[in-house]
C-alpha cells in the first residue's frame, strides 16, 4: 500500500515522487559473532586505585541528547563532565583533562541557524572555546565522537578531517525537504574507526532524527573514511539522500566519528523499535560497544 501524502506539503517534486514510490525495505540484522549482549562479557570494571578516564559531553542551548550520551559512557566505565558551550566560552573548561569528547544530537539554537551554524560560531567566534577545541584536536591521545547535531557540528568545523579542515563535507537538506525520524536498518563499513572497530560487517538497527543530514562531499575525499552507510540507499531507508547511503564518516586515523544516526539511543534492547525475538536475554546492544571500544583504546594509551 502506497503510504498517503498530502502535496500541498511541499513543492518539491522529487520529493513527491520518491514518496509514491515507496517501497517497504526489510530490517536486516546481522549481529557481530562475538557479541553476547551480557555486560558480564566486558571488562568495564575499574582498576583499584586507578582513576576512570574522563569524557566530555559537549553541549549547546537546545541540544537534548547528552543524557543518553552521558550514560552510555559513563556504562563503559568513563568518568563523565557535562560541558556546556558557556563553560567553553567564559574558561571554566579547558579539556586538558578530558581524553574523549561527544557533540550531542539535538537542536542546537533551535535549529534556526541550520546545520549546527549556530553553534559552530560559538566556537569560532570566543577565543577561549576556539583555543580549548584546537589544543584538544592537536593532541594524539584524544577521540571524539559527533551525533546527528553534533555531526552537522563537526562537518562545519572541519573536526572530521583536522589536518585539512578544507577537505570536510558539510551537510545538506534531506532529499525530502523535511523532518525524517524512523528507525532504520545501517551496515558498519570496512573504515579505520576505533569505536566502531568491533562492528565491522555487522547489519544494525538505529535510530535517526534530522532535517539536514545529506552529507555533501568536497571533489577530495582522501581526508576522511566511510564508515556506516545505510542498509538502502532508496527513501525512506536512506532518509536524506547521503551519496552512496552513507550514515557516517572518520577520520583516516580513526580517532574522529561523525554519524548521524543515534547509537546512544539504542543501548539497550528495549531502545529499538525492532529487536531480534531470539536475543531476549540480552542486556545491552552492539551499539554499546562504541563507548566500549573508545575506552579499551584510552586504556591502551595512557
Not at 135 to 144: C, H, I, M, V
Request: hydrophobic content about 35%.
Amino acid at each position: 500500500m502506497v503510504p498517503h501524502f498530502d502535496s500541498r506539503q511541499s513543492g518539491n517534486e522529487l520529493a513527491i515522487e520518491r514518496f509514491r514510490n515507496y517501497k517497504a525495505q526489510p530490517l536486516v540484522f546481522d549481529f557481530p559473532h562475538t557479541f553476547e549482549g551480557k555486560l558480564s562479557a566486558y571488562n568495564i570494571l575499574q582498576d583499584k586505585g586507578k582513576a576512570a578516564p574522563v569524557a566530555a559531553i559537549i553541549r549547546e542551548k537546545g541540544s537534548n541528547g547528552d543524557r543518553e550520551m552521558a550514560w552510555a559512557l559513563h556504562l563503559a566505565g568513563f568518568t563523565v563532565k557535562d560541558v556546556h558551550m558557556t563553560d567553553l566560552i567564559s574558561g571554566r573548561e579547558t579539556l586538558e583533562e578530558v581524553r574523549v569528547i561527544a557533540f550531542v544530537g539535538g537542536f542546537s539554537n533551535a535549529d534556526t541557524l541550520g546545520s549546527a551554524k549556530g553553534w559552530a560560531g560559538a566556537f569560532l567566534y570566543n577565543e577561549k572555546a576556539k583555543n580549548a577545541i584546537e589544543k584538544f584536536y592537536a593532541r594524539k591521545d584524544t577521540l571524539s565522537l559527533g551525533v546527528c547535531n553534533g555531526c552537522q557540528l563537526m562537518a562545519e568545523l572541519g573536526l572530521i578531517t583536522p589536518e585539512n579542515r578544507e577537505a570536510s563535507p558539510k551537510m545538506g537538506h534531506n532529499d525530502s525537504h523535511k523532518y525524517e525520524s524512523a528507525f532504520v536498518g545501517v551496515e558498519v563499513t570496512d573504515s579505520p574507526s576505533i569505536m566502531l572497530s568491533t562492528l565491522t560487517g555487522s547489519k544494525l538497527g538505529i535510530w535517526v532524527a534530522h532535517g539536514e543530514g545529506k552529507f555533501l562531499f568536497p571533489a577530495d575525499t582522501s581526508g576522511f573514511k566511510t564508515a556506516l552507510k545505510f542498509n538502502y540507499n532508496s527513501y525512506p531507508a536512506n532518509p536524506n539522500g547521503s551519496p552512496g547511503a552513507v550514515a557516517g564518516i572518520c577520520s583516516t586515523d580513526g580517532r574522529h566519528l561523525a554519524m548521524m544516526p543515534h547509537p546512544e539511543r539504542c543501548t539497550y534492547p528495549h531502545n529499538w523499535a525492532h529487536y531480534p525475538a531470539d536475543r531476549r536475554e540480552d542486556q545491552v546492544t552492539p551499539w554499546f560497544e562504541i563507548f566500549l571500544n573508545a575506552r579499551e583504546w584510552i586504556d591502551k594509551n595512557s
